[in-house]
């Protein structure tokens, strides 16, 4: 027999435990409830109209499309962002799943972003318009390093917020709870770069530094780039690093390319590549 036809709902604040729940069970149980539940409830101020839609039977939820807003300054004007998060259908719901992307896409006044697709939702989202960003990688390895006077790595929480000015002590104060987001600031006398990295698996193994944002004096992040890689050794664990140009602006000499990075898209009639960024995302919020 077909599967009875859900009805197509937003997600709200009293939804979420049960929305978390099914994505917990559904789309990677490696994810806790609790982190799920920190997607659909930011750290930082948006006015969300949602947290995104679900499809609802008599049973229970069938399908979720999680979405994450934000607000941001770009080239002068406030835009209204909408990141599409974290996607999940029952097989015997899967035709209704374009009905989710569909109520998301609806919404007026919104640009959008979806930095992680997967499998077929790639091909779908070039269908709906979206395009994909430049995410040429290097793999590139984090080896131990000898200081350097006067140059400091840090990721201590009062190191990092008494250094960073401007916006981005903004995007530290918004990101500080992140659970995803581990920040490192590089400071040279009076100048610092700063870094948000995540924790990336490729294999099954979580070994991988991923930069998601690059602020602050990024020339001093290139110079002292062996540093920064010594520190995520050391202090993160991390033996590895996943150097997106986009992101860093510049290639880390040592590495190879990636041959197949994954995919980040948007879809605006307005914002170009250069606008698109990875805060404000599942990114910074999720470790998968």
């Known amino acids: 027999m077909p599967a009875e036809r859900a009805e197509l709902l937003p997600i709200t604040a009293d939804d979420a435990t049960a929305v978390a729940s099914f994505l917990h069970r559904n789309l990677n149980q490696k994810v806790p409830v609790g982190?799920?539940?920190?997607?659909?409830?930011?750290?930082?101020?948006?006015?969300?109209?949602?947290?995104g839609f679900q499809l609802v039977t008599p049973?229970?939820?069938?399908?979720?499309?999680v979405a994450v807003y934000s607000e941001r300054e770009i080239r002068g004007e406030t835009r209204r962002l909408c990141n599409l998060?974290?996607?999940?259908v029952l097989p015997d719901h899967r035709a209704d799943g374009l009905r989710l992307i569909r109520a998301l896409l609806r919404q007026p006044g919104f640009e959008f972003t979806d930095l992680s697709p997967s499998g077929n939702v790639v091909a779908l989202d070039e269908r709906l318009g979206f395009v994909h960003l430049d995410t040429a990688t290097r793999i590139t390895p984090n080896l131990p390093a000898f200081g350097r006077r006067g140059v400091?790595?840090?990721?201590?929480?009062?190191?990092?917020?008494?250094?960073?000015?401007?916006?981005?002590?903004?995007?530290?104060?918004?990101?500080?709870?992140?659970?995803?987001?581990?920040?490192?600031?590089?400071?040279?006398?009076?100048?610092?770069?700063y870094l948000i990295v995540r924790r990336d698996r490729r294999k099954g193994l979580p070994l991988f530094a991923t930069p998601i944002h690059?602020?602050?004096?990024?020339?001093?992040?290139?110079?002292?780039?062996?540093?920064?890689?010594?520190?995520l050794l050391g202090r993160h664990r991390l033996p590895l690093t996943l150097a997106e140009h986009r992101t860093l602006g510049f290639r880390p000499r040592l590495g190879v390319d990636?041959?197949?990075?994954?995919?980040?898209?948007?879809?605006?009639?307005?914002?170009?590549?250069?606008d698109i960024d990875y805060l404000y995302s599942e990114l910074t919020l999720l470790e998968w």
């Open 152 to 193: 400091r790595v840090s990721s201590d929480p009062a190191v990092v917020a008494a250094t960073l000015r401007g916006a981005d002590a903004d995007t530290y104060r918004d990101h500080r709870d992140a659970p995803a987001s581990r920040h490192i600031v590089v400071v040279e006398g009076d100048a610092y770069a």
């Open 35 to 51: 982190t799920w539940l920190t997607l659909l409830a930011p750290p930082w101020p948006a006015d969300a109209p949602n947290r």
């Open 59 to 65: 049973a229970g939820i069938v399908g979720a499309y």
């Open 214 to 231: 690059a602020g602050g004096d990024t020339e001093l992040l290139r110079r002292h780039w062996a540093r920064v890689g010594a520190h």
């Open 85 to 88: 998060a974290a996607f999940c």
């Open 258 to 274: 990636q041959r197949t990075p994954r995919a980040k898209m948007f879809r605006s009639h307005e914002l170009e590549a250069a």
